[in-house]
């Protein structure tokens, strides 16, 4: 199943459902739980760019990782976390520290939001 998540029909969808947050009055509702995240690869120091859903409270971004062992990008955020970029998030681009977590519930990688 790994392979599946690496496919280039997983590419495509990610950029239709970056695309829609662009769409007059759908836009609105969709950037409310999906926003893209933009990281650099902890060994390749290569720049990624990928939707993912999100609950917030304040400064806090939880992203709870669907089918984290067939995904990669949230080990970019184990131990000590790194930084990470929320894009168009309130209007802007936010930067912040994820810490990504491993527990009952799955994977889950939090963001604190710089102020």
């Known amino acids: ?5 690496r496919s280039p029909v997983v590419r495509v969808a990610n950029r ?5 947050r662009d769409i007059p009055v759908v836009g609105g509702l969709i950037r409310r739980n999906l926003v893209v995240i933009r990281y650099h ?3 390749s120091g290569t ?5 993912v859903n999100f609950r917030r409270s ?5 992203i709870g990782v669907m089918a984290a062992d067939s995904k990669q990008w949230w080990r970019n955020f184990t131990g000590d976390g790194g930084p990470i970029t929320l894009l168009d998030l309130d209007g802007r681009d936010r930067t912040g520290h994820a810490v990504a ?5 799955g994977v889950r990688v939090t963001v604190q939001l710089d102020s």
Request: charged letters at 25%; a positive charge; zero cysteines.
């Open 47 to 51: 720049t990624y760019e990928t939707p």
């Open 58 to 62: 304040g400064d806090r971004i939880v």
């Open 41 to 43: 690869g902890r060994r």
């Open 101 to 105: 977590t491993r527990g009952d519930g």
């Open 16 to 20: 239709i459902m970056t695309a829609t």
């Open 1 to 5: 199943m790994a392979s599946f998540f």
